[in-house]
């Protein structure tokens, strides 16, 4: 009896759930299972399709390994894990493009920049930064944003000094930047990346050099200046860096890392001297080497060695040759930036073309040099541009041609020298913007260089044909003799001595 009456009562309790509508219930849940089996249908399918993928791009990216030669990895490392971080990083596009031309015979490590828009040794930074691996070849590297990529623009001046007791610090005191005309701060300032000669120490301790005609320091709180400037990077390869003896030039490398200033050509021991040291912009990685020539007949600056600090010195030939060709190996462009001649020359010496052919030979692909407190100028060493003296850029009293040297690199890889126009005159360094004064300059540089051809725009050409009669293609040509220019003469004929001061 009790059997049939529950039995009654689950009966009932059925027809009501139909009735109310309770097992209607059923057909959602019916549906919310079949996307869910749906979606893992579709997961199932795209993993299925990854899966299928996956092997594809590792087998694109053996391909590569397999088949490129090391010129093409810039002799770098590169495994399986390179590779993947390429395709993470750029897409498996940028593999198949690879490949592609690998295919065809292409090995040109070019292509790397030209599908990633970075250069295999910009690529290798990036990855050793990123997985922290080989941290030694991304420590003291520049790294900067170019303004515009498919024109570099890197920007060379000479000598300045900010001692407080010699022409320029003393005028100047606590306004110095009031001495750069605006054109001048704001080329460096834009420029991707600047560099200047500091000829002079930032210290307030050690004794001056007895017996030295000249001797040159700074407070070492006036280092930050130079980042007003929009300077990067200095050469302490020269020989007033060393006027107050280990003490001062050991001031001189703090100050200058306390302001963020980069420096090349000097440190604690030979292997910090004669270090190089990379720029990365705009994709590609720029190798700068500094040495000095100065002092031949004295000894006031120190050469670096093993365990004592001081500069590099040209002199260590050996050296100085093992860096370059180890820049050359590691970078996409090397300039040598040295401290050479004779002062007061406006016309370069032998000793300087000895050096200059020296840095072709072991891998230059610029040379700029300075020291003379005259801007000099230029010839071409199996294409490589030799600018031999940029000349004072903030350093004398006298009227003087200088120059903002400019080396351009553009889209394709091409590299151009290009000597901005600029005079310091009135201890104040300005760009010249009158044609009649541009021209005038431009005749000067033409005089007092060798086989070179000069367009409007101040880009030097190698130029073999200047000595036969006919219609140059370039708006200034060297061996016309437009003037006569002659040593230790400034602009307006007046004396000065060596260093460029009116006497």
């Known amino acids: 009896m009790k059997k049939k009456c529950l039995e009654c009562v689950v009966l009932l309790l059925f027809i009501f759930a139909l009735t109310h509508g309770i097992i209607q219930n059923t057909q959602p849940l019916k549906e919310t299972k079949e996307v869910q089996t749906e979606y893992e249908e579709k997961t199932s399918q795209v993993t299925e399709k990854s899966q299928e993928t996956e092997p594809e791009v590792q087998d694109l990216e053996n391909q590569i390994l397999r088949t490129a030669s090391g010129k093409f990895f810039q002799k770098y490392p590169v495994d399986e894990a390179f590779m993947g971080w390429i395709e993470t990083k750029y897409g498996s596009g940028v593999l198949q493009s690879l490949y592609t031309q690998l295919e065809n015979g292409n090995q040109d490590p070019d292509l790397w920049y030209r599908f990633t828009r970075n250069s295999m040794h910009v690529l290798w930074l990036m990855y050793c930064r990123q997985q922290q691996y080989m941290s030694y070849s991304y420590e003291d590297v520049i790294w900067k944003e170019a303004s515009d990529p498919a024109c570099i623009r890197l920007d060379f001046v000479g000598d300045i000094c900010l001692d407080e007791n010699w022409c320029t610090g003393k005028t100047a005191k606590n306004h110095m930047a009031d001495y750069f005309s605006d054109e001048v701060k704001k080329e460096l300032i834009s420029a991707d990346f600047t560099m200047a000669n ?5 210290t307030t301790r050690g004794q001056r050099q007895v017996g030295k005609a000249y001797c040159f320091r700074a407070d070492p709180k006036d280092a930050g200046f130079l980042r007003t400037l929009g300077i990067d990077m200095v050469s302490v390869a020269n020989n007033h860096v060393f006027d107050y003896g280990e003490q001062g030039f050991l001031d001189t490398l703090d100050a200058l890392h306390a302001a963020g200033i980069s420096y090349s050509g000097g440190g604690r021991n030979l292997t910090e001297a004669s270090a190089v040291r990379y720029v990365v912009t705009g994709g590609r990685k720029i190798a700068i080497v500094s040495a000095t020539e100065i002092e031949r007949f004295y000894h006031f600056t120190q050469k670096a060695q093993k365990e ?3 500069v590099l010195k040209t002199q260590q030939e050996e050296v100085w040759k093992k860096e370059l060709k180890r820049a050359k190996k590691n970078s996409d462009y090397v300039i040598a930036y040295v401290h050479w001649g004779t002062e007061g020359k406006i016309h370069y010496g032998q000793d300087q073309t000895e050096i200059a052919d ?13 020291h003379p407190h005259r801007l000099q100028g230029v010839e071409f060493i199996k294409n490589v541009p030799v600018a031999y003296s940029v000349g004072n850029f903030w350093f004398s009293t006298g009227k ?9 690199i553009d889209d394709s890889g091409s590299l151009k020298l290009r000597m901005i126009p600029c005079i310091q005159d009135s201890l104040t360094p300005s760009i ?14 033409a005089d007092i260089s060798n086989h070179v051809g000069i367009d409007e725009d101040g880009f030097f050409y190698p130029y073999k044909n200047v000595e036969k009669p006919g219609v140059s293609p370039y708006a200034y040509t060297s061996g016309r003799r ?11 004929l007046k004396s000065i001595d060596i260093v460029g001061n009116l006497q």
Request: with cysteine; proline share 2%.
């Open 198 to 202: 500091n000829e002079f120490a930032y």
């Open 308 to 310: 004592k600090p001081g």
């Open 358 to 370: 020296l840095c072709v030979k072991a891998g230059a692909d610029a040379v700029i040099g300075g």
């Open 400 to 408: 003087l041609y200088t120059t903002i040297a400019q080396i351009q």
């Open 432 to 445: 010249l913007t009158e044609k009649k004064q541009i021209k005038a300059f431009y005749h000067y540089l």
């Open 482 to 492: 437009y003037g006569q220019y002659f040593d230790d003469v400034d602009l307006d």
